[in-house]
Structure formats: C-alpha cells, structure tokens
C-alpha cells in the first residue's frame, strides 16, 4: 500500500554485488517512516487520517496513522482501505477488447455494447502496518516492522474482455505479508557499527480460470511463498578516506502449489500438476565487501563492491502425490548456481558546478522457481511448460517465443544463471536556479533466461509433454520446410507451447535525462527523457517488451504563505514499432489471431446471448453475420494483413503492429487549508486521451479527478 512507504529511492544500473541476484536493470528502495522519539520523558502522540476519491475508477480510499513517542520509544499503528471499482478508459474505449480482437468491432460500437467502463476491473484492498523502534545507551537500537497488505474481487483483465475471452479468471487470494526485526549497535571493537537482520515474508496468490466454454473445466489454483531472511553485517572506516561495509546473508525459501481441475458437467474435482512443483525450497546465501574511498578530497571518488553468491534449488517427487498416491508428474531435481559478481565507480568534480559519474558493473540473476518449475497458462505467452520437461522431451530450441518460431537446430538444455556487463557515463551540471543529469549506458546481457517455442521434428511428436497431452499445431510454410511443429496443449490453450531457456545474448542502451530550472522561489520547471533500444543478437531481433521513448514535462507554481500550489504535467512516449515476434502474439501488444481463433470465439459462452438463429444460420446479432462472413471480414484468406499473408485458418495476424505513441496533460494541485488539513486535487488525463502505455494489459484511465482530504495531529 503506497501510504505505508516514507519515501521510494531508485538505484540505476546493476547492482547485484550489493543487493544479490535480480538485481540487474535497477534496485528500487521503499524506505518506511523513520522513528520520531520524543524530546523528554512524556508520552506524545501524533497521527494523521485521509479520505480520497477518484472518478476515474470510481475509487474511495480512507487510511490513518497514530504514533506513540518518548525519548526512547517510538510505536507507529496504521491501516488503509480502498475500493476500486470499473475503470473508464479514455473516450471511454478498451482498443484490445476481445470483440475488436476476434470480430474486428470498431471501438465505439463495443461501447455501445459493453458500456464506457471495463467490466470486471473492479476491486477492493485493505492493509496494516505498525513499526516499532526503541534505544537505550545511546549505542544501541532496535526496531521492527511489519505489514499485510489484501487485494480483494481481482480480476484479471487481459484473460477476459481485455482479450482472451475466458469466463472466469479471478484472482484470489492475493496476500502479503512482511516484518523484519533489526538490531544495530554502534562502535563495537573495531567496527562503527553491526546490525543483524532476521526478515519473513509470505506472498499467497491464487486463481481460479475457466476457458471460454461453459463445459470447460474450472482450474482452482493456490500458491504462496514463505522467505525467512537472515542478514550480518558491519561497517568500519580506515582513516578519514576509506569506508567498509561488509557482511552476509541468507534467505531460505519454501514454495506450496496445489491445482484441482473440476469438469462443470460431471462436477468430479481432480488433483492436477501444480503451477510450481509443490514443497519446492530455494535458498540464496552470500557474502558480500563494498568499499568508498575519498581518493582526492572533495574532488574524486570511488566505489567498488563485490559478492559471491550460492544459490540451490530443490523439488522434491514425494511432496506432489495426488491423494491416491500417484506422481503429478514432478520428478526429484537438485540444481545449483553459483556466481561472483562486481560494480566499481567513480565520481570527479570537474569545476564546481560539474560533477562527471563513470560505473561498470557485472550482474547476474540464477534460474528462480518460475523459470525451473513454471507449469500452465501464462497470459500473453500461453501455456508453459518446465525447462526439464522440455528437456526430456527432446524438443528443439525455437528463434523465438512467435506461433511461427523456427528451430536452431538444437536440443532445449538445461537452464543456466544469465549475466549482465554494463557501463555507464553521465555528467551533473547544477548552477543558479539549473540542474541537470545526463547518463548514457550500455549493457551486454549473456545466456538471457527467455521463452521460446518448442519444436519437434514432423514424425517425432510426443504424445504428451510434462504429463499434459499434446496435439501439433498446422506449420507455417518456413516450419514446413524445416520439417518442424509446433505443439498446443490439447483442450487447454490454442497456442504453441514455450518454456524458459537461455538463449543467445542481447544487448541494450540508451540514455536518460533530467533538468530542472528555477527562476525564481516560486516557479521551477522539470523536465525528463529516456530512451533504450534492445536487441537480440541470435537472431537479430528486437527485445522482448522494449519500452518506447518517453519523458514529461512539468511546470509548477510554489507561492509562500497559505496559498495552493499549482502543477501542470505533460506526459508522453512515442510509437514502438520495434516489435519482437512474441510481442506481437501477446495480447497486450501485438494480440494476433487467426481465422482458427474467430472461429473458437464465435462458439464461446461470450458470444452466445448475442447469437440469433436466421433459417438455421446462427448471426452475430450486432451486425447480423454469419461465422463465415466475419472471418473473411477480419482476416480473407489470401488476403495480407499488418503484413501477413493469410493462408489458412491457422495463420495468426497481429491486431496492432505497432504500439502508439500518445501525450496526455495532467493538473494537480494542493492547498493547506488550515494549520492541520490539507487537501490535494486535480485532473488527469485532462483531454481524455485512449492511451495504452506499452505491454500492459489495459488501457490506462480516462479523463478523471480526484480530491482528498488529510488531517495531522
């Protein structure tokens, strides 16, 4: 919940030697709220309560905070709840709805059908957070935290009117939970101070999907992730140059998965294989040295760090038996990665008002649980499969993640950690009223973790893969050629088959950019730029969800005194026609379908109440065609569309070959309106763009205001 955060920092770049694998393109802090101890030996108390609304989702959010003070105990109690309900895009359109994606429905006509608002995007969440901090001997401190956060009624968009069609696809439950305990004791021995951290925390989520046939069964899934955390660390200084910050750590992970597929006719619930192999542990232990060194005074320094980090995986057979006793089809699987990772940079004051920054650094991220152990439907990518299943099935590595992938030549093989080299250069400049940061990178990403499509040789296709049964999808003319299919999992999904794999190496960079100027105490203006391009270099092809150009643009009035503050924002991002082959099956992004697909919605339950029977003919009520006619509206056979030549009711063909770029305008503002209530209001989206900000799975909110309401005491 954003109220519990204090304030967010963003690291840039890798820094997996500081913070352990994932750790590659940024590392972003959420910093809770620092303890407030009291001056003298009284009791305070202070606190603050909100109310909020938006008309955007129709949203009202109410939260409050009291804290506890005295000069050496300081306690904190809050709690939030927010109701969320159908989101209006802007001019009130969903541009991949499913109707526009399978009957090529103008977007204004699904509104009249559907209404302004996106159906099912409505839901609720409530939280609680308290901290507690306490000091004594003026070395001494200990503090804890700890929240739970609830999302309750979610849905997901994409799997339903947003562009798949399915009847049911709610998510629940949706669960976190997280508390850390940390003691820190100052000036022991040699070291100016050692702090021990002990940390749990319990994500649950759960799902519960239906395909998009009543007669489809009902799959009933149920994770959660259990991490208990444990950190030693210290920190020590030789002479006036030079800090230390050593230490080490280990976080040891337990992952529970069931899945039951219930058939809707007979009602029998069967145990399935679940999404991540089920008693699943991952531990990640490491060690790690960071030093800071003032190499010339006030004019030079640097930085450098290194880890080693040990990572193990573990799936166990006997913990997934389904209650007869028989395998779910996990076998016993022991992995381990292991890796040395590094950053080192360096800052110098050019002149006064010039500061140049120079960072290289080496990232890794090992294989997680997802990656290894991933089982079932994954949105955009379809059904999945684990990387050793794969393996066992001799299937061959595809170029892509596209329904019309081609093969390498080679078998899938087991996966291995990707790593991450990058270099990075900027310049600050900041001088009477101006600021501004210019940093340009480069990276080079090794053995990238990706999915990719399998593929089998025509005549050699297995009759299951992983334990679901298969069946080969109709080749492209180029798979034909190669002698290769695809697989589909049978009565699940209509798309090839993928799993994760390395694969190749990618490169990115790009720049980003900030500049502020001030004028004068009460007008500033800000502005920022980003831009990165990413390849994939075997074969050269666009990166997988690359994101666009993009910046704002802010203007704001500060007037002293009691009197409101004033913002306007100009927000934007340009097209991405740099699409990779997977982005355009993705229904986020490209969302392509063929005549196959049309066919499989017109028989949906979705459908059905729009159906009418004319002289046994069934029509699409809306615009009275027959299945036939709308498949040769939408996608003619020996037609091109978006480029592709439409050769039979197998070829998919993106709705979008690209992602637009948009520009939207937004208004803020706040006002204290007395000593102790404030209050915050504006509009977003002022001119009420339809906007898609690229690989998300809805259209972002429309023309909305909002207000709220908070008091201090």
């Known amino acids: 919940e954003p109220s519990q955060a204090d304030r967010f920092e963003a690291t840039l770049g890798p820094s997996s030697a500081a913070y352990g694998s ?29 109310v909020f609304a938006n008309s955007g989702d129709a949203s009202g959010t109410a939260r409050g905070e009291i804290a506890l003070s005295n000069d050496w105990l300081w306690w904190l109690v809050g709690g939030s709840a927010r109701r969320l309900n159908n989101l209006r895009a802007g001019h009130g359109i969903d541009s991949h709805n499913v109707f526009r994606r399978y009957f090529g429905l103008e977007v204004s006509h699904i509104r009249e059908m559907l209404g302004a608002r996106l159906r099912e995007t409505a839901f609720a969440a409530r939280s609680a957070h308290t901290k507690l901090a306490l000091r004594w001997g003026g070395d001494q401190s200990l503090s804890g935290w700890f929240h739970r956060t609830d999302l309750i009624g979610q849905r997901s968009y994409r799997d339903l009117l947003g562009g798949l069609g399915r009847l049911r696809s709610d998510l629940d439950p949706q669960r976190g939970q997280f508390g850390y305990v940390r003691y820190e004791k100052a000036r ?103 030093n800071m060194t003032e190499v010339i005074p006030g004019r030079l320094r640097a930085q450098g760090g290194v880890r080693y980090t040990s990572i193990r995986f573990q799936a166990v057979a006997n913990e997934n038996l389904d209650p007869a006793g028989a395998s779910l089809g996990v076998a016993d699987s022991t992995q381990t990665f292991h890796d040395l990772t590094f950053h080192t ?96 990178f480069d990276a080079e990403f090794s053995d990238p973790i990706a999915r990719r499509t399998l593929l089998f040789p025509v ?141 499989n919605f017109f028989n949906s339950a979705i459908v059905q109440p729009y159906l009418l029977s004319d002289s046994g003919v069934l029509r699409f009520a809306p615009t009275g065609e027959s299945l036939d006619q709308i498949r040769d509206r939408v996608l003619p056979l020996g037609a091109v569309v978006n480029g592709v030549p439409v050769v039979s009711n197998s070829t998919r063909v993106p709705l979008y070959a690209s992602t637009p770029g948009w520009m939207v305008l937004d208004f803020t503002g706040g006002w204290a309106l007395a000593e102790r209530v404030s209050l915050r209001f504006g509009v977003l989206n002022l001119l009420d763009r339809n906007y898609r900000v690229h690989g998300s799975g809805i259209d972002s909110t429309g023309r909305s205001g909002f207000a709220g309401f908070e008091y201090t005491f």
């Open 22 to 50: 994932d750790s590659l393109g940024g590392t972003l802090h959420i910093l809770s709220e620092p303890p407030r101890y009291g001056a003298g030996g009284g009791l305070t108390v202070h606190g603050n309560a909100a």
């Open 345 to 440: 940079s360096a800052s110098y004051q050019l002149q006064e008002s010039v500061i140049l920054h120079l960072l290289i650094g080496r990232g890794f991220r090992a294989p997680n649980v997802s990656d290894l152990g991933r089982v079932g439907l994954n949105g955009g990518l379809g059904y999945e499969v684990s990387n050793e299943d794969a393996v066992r099935s001799k299937a061959l590595l595809g170029t892509d993640s596209g329904e019309g992938a081609l093969s390498k030549g080679r078998a899938m093989a087991r996966l291995r950690p990707e790593r991450l080299l990058s270099y990075e250069a900027g310049i600050t400049f900041q001088l009477q009223g101006w600021y501004a940061r210019i940093q340009a």
């Open 188 to 290: 022991l021995g040699f070291l100016d101070t050692v702090t021990g951290v002990f940390s749990y925390n319990l994500q649950q989520d759960g799902a519960l999907r239906q395909g998009s046939r009543l007669t489809d069964a009902i799959v009933v899934e149920d994770n959660s992730a259990r991490v208990l955390g444990y950190i030693l660390q210290g920190a020590s200084h030789l002479g006036q140059r030079h800090a230390q910050l050593f230490g080490g750590e280990i976080y040891q992970e337990r992952v529970e998965s069931v899945r039951y597929e219930t058939n809707p006719v007979s009602q029998m619930r069967t145990q399935t294989r679940a999404l991540f192999p089920n008693g699943t542990r991952y531990r990640t232990a490491a060690l790690f040295l960071q």
């Open 459 to 599: 005549g050699s296709v297995p009759a299951t893969v992983g334990g679901v049964a298969v069946a080969a999808l109709p080749p492209t003319a180029a798979q034909q050629s190669q002698g290769v299919v695809t697989v589909a999992p049978a009565g699940i999904d209509s798309r090839a088959i993928r799993t994760a794999v390395n694969d190749g190496k990618s490169k990115y960079y790009g720049l980003e950019t900030t500049v502020r100027y001030a004028p004068s105490s009460r007008w500033s203006v800000q502005g920022s730029y980003s831009w990165m391009n990413g390849r994939d270099l075997n074969p050269n092809i666009a990166a997988r969800r690359l994101p666009p150009q993009n910046g704002s643009l802010a203007l704001t009035y500060s007037p002293s005194g009691n009197r409101p503050w004033l913002q306007g924002t100009l927000r934007f991002a340009g097209a991405q026609r740099k699409m990779n082959p997977g982005d355009l099956d993705d229904e986020r992004i490209g969302a392509s379908r063929s005549r196959a697909d049309i066919a």
